[in-house]
């Protein structure tokens, strides 16, 4: 009998979310809000809905955009190219930086083998490694078990999404992680919609999670690449929310 209503109790205190279900709440660092080096706009209100939702999770994933002072994103590092520029990325097929195709960048390895040119939008410094830029904003619960992935720390090349680099060359320990957990389904929230949410969920989705995005507790950046990534993971099959409320 106790045992019956503890059960009862325990659905009841957990609503409809299992422990097969992860909250992955993306870059709600200081750099990307109020006072921050990106700051996306209204960035600081997705915090409050994070700090609500995710008493519901046995499993929190944090991200954290992690660079070099001197990354390949940071428009600083082009002197004729400008904050919003996209420039050309060459990568050789281990994911070295060997060639910058249309600027004048000093790269490190000889192009062989077949390369591949990645569109890098430029941004202005941001999240750099150690600064308290890069920390979670104060405001953000976190506990000593959330998981957390830092992402973009290659100095050539960048990683919107929490799974992979944006050329795919390297992975995070994040899909094993979730493997392991026995996570089947995944709820995005956090920062940017537009980019680093939008990449992980994408990825979310293709690697086999069934994929929410929590959108109030997300914005973007641009509201017509917001409006075309919302577009895109809802055609790809990506819900929005938190199912069951
Ligand atoms: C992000 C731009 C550059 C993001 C990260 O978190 O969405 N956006 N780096
Ligand atoms: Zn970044």
């Known amino acids: 009998m106790h045992l019956i209503v503890f059960l009862l109790a325990s659905v009841f205190i957990r609503g409809t979310l299992t422990e097969d279900d992860a909250l992955i709440i993306i870059d709600v660092q200081n750099c990307f809000t109020e006072g921050g080096t990106l700051p996306v706009d209204d960035g600081e209100q997705v915090i409050p809905v994070i700090n609500d939702v995710r008493r519901l999770f046995s499993v929190v994933v944090l991200s954290q955009d992690w660079h070099c002072v001197n990354h390949v994103s940071f428009a600083s590092q082009y002197p004729e190219y400008n904050v919003g520029d996209v420039v050309n990325l060459e990568y050789d097929p281990s994911g070295q930086l060997c060639r910058t195709a249309d600027v004048n960048l000093s790269y490190t390895v000889e192009c062989s083998g077949d390369t591949e040119i990645l569109n890098q939008h430029l941004w202005p410094d941001h999240c750099v490694i150690n600064t308290s830029d890069a920390d979670f904003r104060r405001e953000l619960i976190t506990t000593d078990t959330d998981i957390i992935i830092q992402k973009g720390y290659h100095c050539q090349l960048d990683s919107y999404s929490v799974f992979y680099d944006n050329g795919r060359y390297s992975e995070t320990h994040l899909e094993q992680t ?68």
């Open 178 to 245: 979730l493997l392991d957990y026995e996570v089947r389904n995944v709820y995005l929230t956090g920062l940017a919609t537009d980019y680093c949410v939008y990449w992980s969920a994408k990825d979310a989705k293709q690697l086999g999670f069934e994929t929410y995005v929590i959108l109030d507790g997300t914005r973007g950046i641009n509201p017509k690449t917001i409006a075309d990534a919302i577009q895109d993971m809802k055609s790809k099959g990506t819900r929005n929310g938190i199912k069951g409320y």
